[in-house]
């Protein structure tokens, strides 16, 4: 005599048991996953943002650039001479969003014509964001530039 049994508690018994040990995964991921962010006080820099605004148009309507020449592995930033005659510091961030560690930062020195010129060939290569900052006359300047560096 053959007995039939029925599967279905078995079956709901192992689904619920595959999801609950599913979403435990899931969770134990994502408390122990250090998710590190791009800079510690973003919140701060937010509330900065018109400022930030603000200064980019500024900046737009000096004419300062920042050039990169792939050929020497330089970067050129060129301000405006006129800044130059008046109360004046900065500094030139080379940005790298894929690893903070690497960031670095220089002081703004322009030569009496408004270039400074950096050497960042020995830079890892990939993806990095030049950001220059400067005060001249009580007004603050921004300039950004992305630029890809080659690898040697």
Request: proline share 4%.
């Amino acid at each position: 005599m053959k007995i039939n049994r029925n599967l279905w508690p078995l079956g709901i018994f192992v689904t619920f048991g595959l999801f609950f040990i599913g979403m435990a995964t899931v969770v134990v991921i994502a408390a122990t996953h250090r998710e590190h962010l791009v800079n510690e006080n973003y919140y701060e820099q937010e509330l900065k943002f018109q400022d930030q605004i603000n200064s980019v148009d500024r900046t737009q309507k000096s004419g300062a650039t920042i050039a990169y020449d792939a050929r020497t592995g330089e970067l050129t930033l060129t301000l405006p001479p006129a800044h130059l005659t008046q109360k004046f510091s900065g500094v030139i961030q080379l940005y790298r969003p894929s690893a903070p560690e690497l960031d670095r930062e220089f002081l703004l020195e322009p030569k009496s014509d408004g270039t400074q010129t950096l050497n960042v060939s020995k830079l890892t290569a990939g993806l990095w964001v030049a950001r220059a900052k400067w005060v001249a006359g009580g007004e603050n300047y921004f300039l950004e530039q992305k630029i890809t560096i080659a690898g040697n």
